[in-house]
């Protein structure tokens, strides 16, 4: 490492530990009070870079929160770990902060004592999953953004780093000022015993009062002087909160291995699971008739690099809400997406060419084109690219940002967007911002079947490049249009040993299946993080979905809810994954699955796969 001392300053949350009830209060704001609580997992990581890199360079570490009083904990644990000082904001005002209000607090926060060097975020968190705070913070402060990271080292005036994404990787230089989000698998977790924390008295406590001293550098920070903290000056809200409705109709069998395999195939026929396996596409309804003209106001569709899979069923949700509000649909799109006319048969009355795809010029490019347009609404893809121009734009425009949403509907032009929020619940979330902006899991909305495609209005806005970034070596992994594709997907847990895969091939095999994982499987390595499904990962649909040796937590089933049909193999008759389940097996799953393959072989009319594959 070479270069001058850093001030790095890590921003931290507290969450609650597990589960937590997912109800509201009096004020229409979650209900987190009583829960056991915790630092968040990703933020561990950004303390562990932050306390790294500011000792190694000879600089200082500074790790702030904001958050009620307890929240002081999560500081004690980071001042425990190495940090060299660390802030807390607490204020009532703040309550109920949207991500924006948020991301306006912590900027000014963190610069309250002058700028850092760098800004180290973690890449999402367990309760929320918004994955935007990092970059509207690097919007409020004029910074680049980069994340998340796997390796990042700070060089004179740059930071070199590797960005994790779905299923690639690629080296970045950044310029420093920057803010920077950590991956969960960058490094060790900052985690210090509570024996060795210091007490809370160590930590500097401010309110917002002190945010809005004229004199303050924090005071420029945009928004930061409104005084408008908390529900009240929040764009997006949390209006309701509703229970997950459980589709599913457990049957669960005990006893000998080879009898529950017998049993179970025997259900599964009798369901009608292995029809859905042939060879065909289930759309559900078509995509709405081409608009005949583009109509204002519009539904902008950020159509960036991702699946087609993925485009195809935004786009499709795009025109259903489009047709309801009387609008229209205009995608843009970056250089190497699909043609125009291919997007006006997804869904797309008009397309609209980025010419360069970075995302920081790129938002401020759409964002001048969409002042002259103001339209309804601007949806993307829950993936980093998307993520980081939509955070800016929800910055610029002072809209917010509805996150991560699993579905959205429309009374008349207002958009409500349903997210899970804890204990099995979904959280209904509106905007009162103009535009209303949205990202969604693509891999849980509809596949509507394309329309007839016409050549649509195109047009190309130009996009200068960013003098602060660079990239370069991209590797791609090919890891997650597989799992988009798959009619039928195996995810595993920590019940099976990364050494123990190769017993999984026949039922893979046999099925067509591709591997998936948990969040736990690919913090450790054992399977790349484009396997990774859940709400911090992706977000699948297959005919088929067998869970073997996974507990079945809420944060992982969300990316599985629209499987056709669940089967669980777990040991343990208490987990949850056998609520949430079609079919169980309560078994070690070494033990069960030479029977399950066994019988599945003569259902699909391949009973000497296993043999052939055991002996090859």
């Not at 159509?303 to 993925?310: A, H, N, R, T, Y």
């Not at 997804?346 to 360069?356: E, I, K, N, Q, R």
Request: with cysteine; proline share 7%.
């Amino acid at each position: 490492m070479t270069g001058r001392p850093l001030r790095v300053t890590a921003l931290v949350k507290q969450v609650p530990k597990g589960e937590h009830s997912g109800r509201l209060d009096a004020d229409g704001r979650l209900e987190r009070s009583g829960a056991v609580a915790e630092m968040n997992p990703w933020c561990r990581r950004a303390v562990a870079q932050a306390v790294r890199l500011a000792a190694e360079s000879g600089g200082h570490s500074t790790v702030v929160t904001m958050g009620p009083p307890a929240a002081v904990d999560v500081l004690r644990e980071a001042l425990a770990w190495g940090a060299d000082s660390a802030v807390q904001l607490s204020d009532a005002a703040l309550a109920g902060s949207d991500c924006l209000i948020t991301a306006r607090a912590l900027a000014a926060t963190a610069t309250l004592d002058g700028r850092p060097d760098l800004i180290l975020v973690g890449a999402s968190s367990v309760d929320g999953s918004t994955g935007a705070v990092g970059a509207m913070i690097a919007e409020l402060l004029g910074l680049p953004y980069i994340g998340p990271v796997l390796k990042v080292e700070p060089e004179g005036v740059l930071l070199r780093a590797t960005v994790q994404h779905d299923d690639w990787t690629e080296s970045v230089e950044v310029e420093l000022p920057a803010v920077v989000a950590v991956a969960e698998r960058s490094c060790d977790p900052c985690k210090a015993p509570v024996d060795n924390w210091p007490p809370a008295t160590a930590v500097r406590r401010i309110s917002t009062t002190d945010l809005l001293q004229p004199d303050s550098q924090a005071a420029t920070a945009e928004g930061s002087a409104s005084g408008r903290w908390g529900l009240q000056g929040s764009p997006t809200k949390v209006a309701g909160v509703r229970p997950i409705a459980l589709k599913r109709d457990p049957v669960i069998f005990r006893g000998a291995p080879q009898v529950q395999a017998a049993r179970a195939v025997a259900e599964l026929l009798a369901r009608g699971c292995f029809d859905e396996l042939e060879l065909r596409q289930d759309f559900e309804d078509p995509v709405p008739a081409t608009s005949e003209s583009v109509r204002l106001p519009e539904v902008v569709v950020l159509v960036g690099p991702g699946p087609d899979l993925g485009v195809r069923a935004l786009l499709g949700e795009a025109a259903v809400l489009a047709a309801g509000a009387g609008a229209s649909v205009t995608a843009v799109r970056t250089g190497d997406c699909a043609d125009a006319r291919e997007l006006s048969g997804w869904g797309a009355d008009a397309v609209l060419t980025l010419s360069s795809d970075e995302p920081r010029p790129a938002a401020a490019a759409l964002g001048r084109w969409m002042a002259a347009r103001s339209p309804l609404a601007v949806l993307g893809a829950a993936a980093p690219w998307d993520r980081e121009v939509l955070a800016r734009l929800g910055v610029a425009f002072g809209a917010g940002l509805m996150s991560d949403l699993v579905s959205l509907s429309a009374d008349g032009t207002r958009l409500t967007g349903l997210k899970p929020s804890g204990g099995g619940t979904l959280a209904e979330i509106v905007s009162h911002g103009s535009p209303q902006i949205a990202t969604l899991r693509t891999g849980l909305l509809p596949l509507r079947s394309p329309r007839l495609p016409v050549q649509p209005p195109h047009a190309v806005l130009a996009v200068d490049p960013d003098p602060a970034i660079r990239r370069t070596d991209r590797r791609t992994g090919g890891e997650g249009d597989a799992l988009d594709r798959a009619r039928v997907v195996i995810g595993v847990g920590r019940g099976v040993d990364p050494t123990q895969y190769g017993e999984l091939e026949p039922v893979r095999l046999l099925l067509g299946a591709e591997l998936a994982a948990t969040r736990k499987v690919t913090d450790q390595g054992w399977l790349p993080h484009g396997r990774q499904v859940g709400i911090t990962g992706r977000s699948v649909s297959p005919r088929i979905y067998l869970a073997v040796g996974l507990s079945g937590n809420q944060n992982h089933l969300v990316g599985t809810s629209r499987a056709g049909t669940v089967i669980a193999v777990n040991s343990d008759p208490a987990a949850p994954i056998f609520a949430h389940c079609d079919v169980g097996l309560v078994a070690d799953w070494q033990e069960v699955m030479p029977h399950l393959v066994e019988q599945l072989g003569l259902v699909t009319g391949l009973p000497d796969l296993e043999r052939h594959v055991t002996t090859v």
